[in-house]
Every structure is written in structure tokens, then in C-alpha cells.
């Protein structure tokens, strides 16, 4: 029982943990509330300051990716036990967005600046949409599922832990990556645009769009035809493409439909909304 207690503490600590993060990335980026954010005086040498905000931005990128991956899961759930593994996960998220937080060095310099207060307003609309989004797919999935909560209190009542079923809910009819989407709004929608802000900006956008080809050929190879119905039916990240039922495949046979796409890339799509979203 002391053991069972132990792993529902440390999985709610690392859920607060992961809760203040989020909270602190939101005025991070939107420049408010917090002490340090992304946007301030320099206090390095322009090379120096970059070098320094790219090897922090580099840290989240390999924790985020690495630990993610199911041969590492593997290699460390042999030290720890299995229910705290995503806890875990989300615990060393968070701690490398607080390094980031704590270190960040601001560049200085303006891009631009939308004074009229229409557009300022439409700006930290898309802001707080892309944040929104990101909250309500999280939710959509499973949120406490998503960042370990489900799995310590399944470990503490000493109930065996099973997989959540997976359905395409509404945003993933409409884009293939609705997580990435909504930080790509958080990222990108704000009336000041300074040179630190843009820098953040373009390499998380790197970032996205790289981890994107990696997981879509991951889905891919496993599902062949199955998720390429998927992928031809719905847009990566931009909505707006008409979705057909069906499509063709190259000796006139119909591939399947939105249902047996769901139910054979579920599992899949739930692993790679994990990756997206635990250090959130």
C-alpha cells in the first residue's frame, strides 16, 4: 500500500508540475506575468545569446523526442516502475521548458508591430485559440490518460491499466495534427513581433514540421494504405480540403473509409498526440 501511495503522489506532483509549466509557457510567450519572458532587454552579445537560446530550445527537443520513443520507454521502465514511466516522461518535459524559462536569453530587435486595435485583437485571439486548441484536444484524447494521472490511480486502486479507446474526434477530421496547429497559433499570433519572438517562432516550426515527416513515415510503414487513405483525405496541419469518404487506389479499388481508418491507426495516432502534447 505504501508503494501504491507513493506512485499516486509522485504522479500528482508531476501532473502540478506539468500545470504550472503550462501556465508558464503561455505568459512565456505572451510576455506577461512572469518575471523573464521571451521577450526583454539583451544581456548578451548577439552570437552568444543565440548559441545559448538554441542549445536550450535543442535540450526540449531531445528529451522530448527521446523519451518518447518505445525502445527508451523500454530501457526505462526496467529501473522504474511501469505506471510512473509517462509520469516520468512529463516530469523531465516540464523541467527542460523551466530551464528554457530560466536561462532564455532575449535578441532585441523588432519585426513588426500591428498598432490598429482590430488587428491587435484578432492577434491575441489566434493567441489564445492556439492554446485553447491545444487544452481541448488533450481533453479530447484523454488529458489525464495524456499525462499520466489515469495510470498512477489505476496503480493505486490495483487495477490493471488498459489502453483508452481512440476515435478521430473533430479537429482531427479537419487537420491530421491539431496539436501542432494550436501551438503553431500560440507561436506565431502576437502584435509584436520582435527578433527573439521570431526566432522561437521559426525554430519550433522547424521542429514541428521535421517531427511531423518522421511520425507520418512511422504511420506509414505501419498502416500502408490504411493511414495514406487517411493522409490523402485530410490536410497536415492547414484546414480547408474537402474530405472524401474514399479514395482509389492504383488498381481502382476503394481504400478504406474514415472507420477503418480510425480503428486501425488509434493506437498509433494516440502515441504520437503524446509525444505532442506531455510537455504541455
Not at 503561455?26 to 552579445?45: M, S, W
Not at 516520468?88 to 536561462?103: D, K
Amino acid at each position: 500500500m505504501v508503494k501504491r501511495s507513493a506512485v499516486l503522489v509522485y504522479g500528482v506532483l508531476a501532473y502540478l508540475l506539468f500545470f504550472v509549466t503550462f501556465l508558464h509557457a503561455i505568459a512565456f510567450v505572451g510576455g506577461f506575468v512572469v518575471p523573464r519572458q521571451i521577450d526583454g532587454e539583451p544581456g548578451q552579445p548577439l552570437g552568444l545569446a543565440l548559441a545559448i537560446d538554441l542549445c536550450l530550445l535543442s535540450v526540449f527537443a531531445v528529451q522530448h523526442s527521446v523519451m518518447a520513443r518505445p525502445w527508451f520507454k523500454a530501457w526505462l521502465t526496467r529501473f522504474i516502475p511501469r505506471e510512473i514511466e509517462r509520469s516520468t516522461y512529463v516530469a523531465c518535459a516540464s523541467l527542460a521548458l523551466q530551464l528554457l524559462f530560466w536561462q532564455w536569453q532575449p535578441l532585441g530587435g523588432r519585426v513588426w508591430e500591428v498598432e490598429d486595435p482590430a488587428g491587435r485583437a484578432a492577434l491575441w485571439t489566434g493567441f489564445a485559440s492556439g492554446w485553447g486548441l491545444v487544452l481541448v484536444v488533450t481533453f479530447l484524447i484523454n488529458h489525464f490518460d495524456l499525462f499520466g494521472l489515469r495510470q498512477v490511480w489505476l496503480a493505486f486502486r490495483g487495477t490493471p491499466y488498459t489502453r483508452v479507446p481512440f476515435t478521430m474526434p473533430g479537429p482531427y477530421r479537419m487537420v491530421r495534427h491539431p496539436l501542432y496547429l494550436g501551438f503553431l497559433l500560440a507561436f506565431w499570433m502576437t502584435p509584436t513581433m520582435t527578433a527573439t519572438h521570431l526566432f522561437f517562432a521559426a525554430v519550433t516550426t522547424a521542429y514541428i514540421l521535421v517531427a511531423i515527416q518522421f511520425e507520418e513515415r512511422d504511420l506509414i510503414a505501419e498502416h500502408g494504405e490504411t493511414y495514406q487513405a487517411y493522409r490523402s483525405r485530410v490536410p497536415m496541419i492547414v484546414p480547408g480540403r474537402t474530405s472524401r469518404a474514399t479514395m482509389p487506389t492504383a488498381g481502382g479499388a476503394a481504400t478504406p473509409g474514415p472507420s477503418a481508418t480510425e480503428a486501425a491507426i488509434r493506437e498509433r495516432r494516440k502515441a504520437h498526440a503524446n509525444d505532442a502534447t506531455a510537455a504541455f
